[in-house]
């Protein structure tokens, strides 16, 4: 391979004009962490990545016991320059209280140190992996990598090689395909919250492979956080407030979690048509094909700098623990818009935070294969 740079389109949420690594400076990160030589590691790898990954990039290789493997290596000194740019994190800390006097800026600085601090650990990343495998070993709809653990450290992380279609090529697949693999990944995220507590925050297109068996195979588990039960409960109620346009529950769920920092000096019905412009995607019935286009639209009504509502929402307090959650919705949001996929999303929200029956077949499907370890 070419020791010179080259472009690639980005697998993750790497910026535009990202850069593979030449494959001399890769090997060298895999021999210093598996302190083995590559040659034995591996009978072949490609020294071409297929794909860039957030802060890395991926080969595919055949281990010497003859497993077919994505190899995802961070890209050296990687992490020593984030880790750096932690450390001046504080510095932002004024801007964000001028910006939004009602955020806690130091504990949501301290949440995302902590958060890109996991990142940088692909052991920590493997964890997470292995542990939502365990959850959807046999799922009938979605299919995790195996981790290889033995091949695994903080900047190398190994997995079984999964074929499929890759994004671009959904995205060319019939309507009704796409609706499909749509409401799948919609559940998947949207369930581990409501049923497990647990928020995985990279719902990215390129995180996704329609596998050859019509299951969808899911990567990324970099940003994972647990939900205190009390916490997912407030959340569960305000939802359904919000499905109910009942202004006084809003506000009171709100106040709650620690959203209102003087609930009093806050207009219920105007704290309701934010929150109901922001989730309208997930709460109005009915079936809804979401685009790239509608995608830009909530987000220019719900969301900072150009919401309407950007007065109140300065106002407001982000409970750190919720961070990461607000950030898996946007993202789930802009993957439907990505795979153009149409359902009746308000409907399956209902059924996260209100208990209500499955209302799709798959639903049903994963109704039954979650339901030994289902939670009220």
């Known amino acids: ?114 958060l890109i601090s996991d990142e940088l650990d692909y052991e920590v990343e493997a964890q997470h992996q292995r542990r939502l495998a365990r959850l959807f070993r046999g799922h009938p709809h979605v299919r995790l990598p195996r981790v290889r653990t033995d091949l695994s450290t903080r900047r190398v992380l190994i997995t079984e090689y999964v074929e499929g279609l890759r994004t671009d090529e959904i995205k060319h697949l019939g309507d009704a395909e796409r609706d499909r693999l749509g409401e799948i990944a919609f559940r998947f995220f949207f369930g581990l919250v409501w049923r497990d507590g647990v928020v995985a925050g990279d719902p990215h297109p390129d995180n996704c492979i329609l596998c050859p068996d019509g299951r969808l195979c899911l990567l990324d588990f970099g940003l994972l956080r647990d939900l205190e039960a009390d916490d997912l409960r407030g959340e569960r109620d305000v939802m359904r407030a919000l499905a109910d346009h009942d202004p006084q529950r809003v506000h009171g769920g709100l106040s709650s979690l620690g959203y209102l920092g003087e609930p009093q000096s806050f207009d219920r019905e105007a704290l309701l048509e934010h929150l109901a412009t922001a989730g309208e995607w997930m709460l109005a019935r009915g079936f809804r094909r979401i685009d790239p286009e509608y995608v830009t639209q909530i987000l220019e009504l719900g969301y900072p700098p150009r919401s309407p509502f950007f007065a109140l929402m300065r106002r407001l307090r982000m409970p750190p623990p919720t961070l990461l959650l607000r950030r898996m919705e946007v993202q789930v949001l802009s993957l439907l818009g990505a795979l153009r996929a149409g359902a009746d999303w308000g409907a399956i929200t209902a059924e996260h935070h209100s208990g209500k029956a499955a209302s799709t077949a798959h639903g049903r499907e994963d109704h039954a294969f979650h339901k030994p370890r289902a939670h009220p």
Do not use: C, M, Y
Not at 25 to 40: G, M
Not at 77 to 86: I, M, N, P, R, Y
């Open 1 to 114: 391979a070419s020791e010179g740079e080259r472009p690639l389109p980005a697998l993750g949420a790497l910026p535009d004009g990202a850069r593979a690594v030449p494959f001399g400076r890769v090997r060298r990160v895999i021999e210093q962490d598996l302190d083995t030589r590559v040659r034995e590691l591996f009978a072949d790898i490609d020294e071409e990545p297929f794909a860039l990954a957030s802060l890395g990039q991926v080969h595919r290789a055949r281990t010497s016991d003859g497993e077919d493997v994505a190899v995802k290596v961070q890209h050296p000194g990687v992490a020593e320059a984030v880790e750096a740019d932690l450390r001046n994190l504080g510095l932002v800390g004024p801007i964000v209280k001028r910006l939004a006097p009602g955020l806690d800026a130091g504990a949501l600085l301290s949440e995302i140190r902590e």
